[in-house]
């Protein structure tokens, strides 16, 4: 835990507790449509009904508009909340709601528990490093293939996809498909280096962030009360320094892994154009 900070306070609690959640409502719909009967939710990440408002992520909806080349009204209004959510906040949905990253989170909990050689795991360095603007070819190669065979790539193979529509096949049909192996092939390649999909290979990711480029939730970095330690270039999973202001870079996705690990608060997230520091981010000392 941070010095200074309270349990209650760490950001990060209520960010596991979040993916959490979303993790289960998307793994245990199946269950209570099948089972129960129950359909008030519906489908998974990728589209996901909750009532009558129906959600639609924003990368397999393009790929729809241009695989149809029409537009689709109740697609386009299902991607406004994601959109408008990118747009405020930027990749929030990666960081806070993607199942991907829970279970990402759950095996390096898991890492850290092996004896002698868990904490070092959990604590690794990444062994392999990109050039961060590798995801925008991702995110164009994506497209552009979608185009030339016209059909939605990324809503058969997206990674967060996957876990609640294989989920549903098991539940249904009491069997997986072979893509599920992309799930896996996600995890280890963290393996290597911590969230390598996503930071660069998830088109997805990189479109969510590419809309949130001009956030208003940023992480704010002090240089008058920084100390120099580099704690939080360590804990960031996505491979950014902080340490020297980066924290605001198209590549952040406002995990706060950074700002409770700082032990000076020189790191807070704030609304850009307001100048507000959320109070949940300031130390009790
Ligand atoms: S953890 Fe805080 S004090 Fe340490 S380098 Fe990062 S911003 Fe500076
Ligand atoms: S800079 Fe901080 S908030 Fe952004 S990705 Fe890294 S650890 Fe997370």
Redesign the pocket.
């Known amino acids: 835990m941070a010095r200074g900070k309270s349990f209650f306070k760490r950001i990060t609690l209520w960010r596991y507790l979040f993916l959490t959640v979303c993790f289960i409502v998307v793994v245990a719909n199946p269950f209570t449509n099948y089972y129960w009967n129950i359909n008030f939710i519906q489908g998974w990440f990728q589209s996901l009904g909750v009532g009558n408002l129906w959600v639609v992520s924003p990368l397999e909806g393009l790929e729809s508009i241009l695989t149809a080349k029409s537009f689709y009204m109740p697609s386009l209004v299902g991607m406004v909340v994601p959109v408008v959510l990118a747009l405020l906040m930027g990749r929030v949905f990666c960081s806070w709601m993607c199942p991907i990253e829970f279970l990402s989170l759950l095996t390096d909990k898991v890492l850290g528990l092996v004896p002698k050689w868990g904490r070092k795991l959990k604590y690794r360095k990444d062994l392999v490093r990109l050039a961060k603007y590798t995801i925008w070819f991702s995110l164009v190669s994506e497209l552009l293939i979608t185009m030339i065979i016209g059909y939605p790539m990324f809503v058969w193979w997206s990674p967060p996809g996957l876990v609640g529509r294989e989920t549903m096949f098991y539940v249904f049909y009491k069997h997986i498909t072979v893509e599920a192996v992309i799930v896996l092939v996600v995890l280890v390649l963290n393996l290597i280096t911590r969230r390598m999909f996503c930071r660069y290979f998830c088109p997805l990711g990189a479109l969510l962030a590419l809309i949130g480029k001009k956030r208003q939730l940023v992480?704010k970095y002090d240089a008058n009360r920084c100390v120099g330690c580099k704690v939080?270039d360590s804990?960031?999973?996505?491979g950014?320094l902080?340490s020297i202001g980066?924290?605001q870079s198209i590549y952040?996705?406002?995990?706060?892994?950074?700002?409770d690990a700082c032990p000076t608060s020189a790191l807070n997230f704030v609304w850009r154009d307001k100048g507000i520091i959320l109070p949940t981010t300031q130390r009790l000392n």
């Open positions: 992480i939080c804990r960031c999973p996505m950014i902080p980066e924290s952040c996705w406002n995990c706060a892994e950074c700002v």
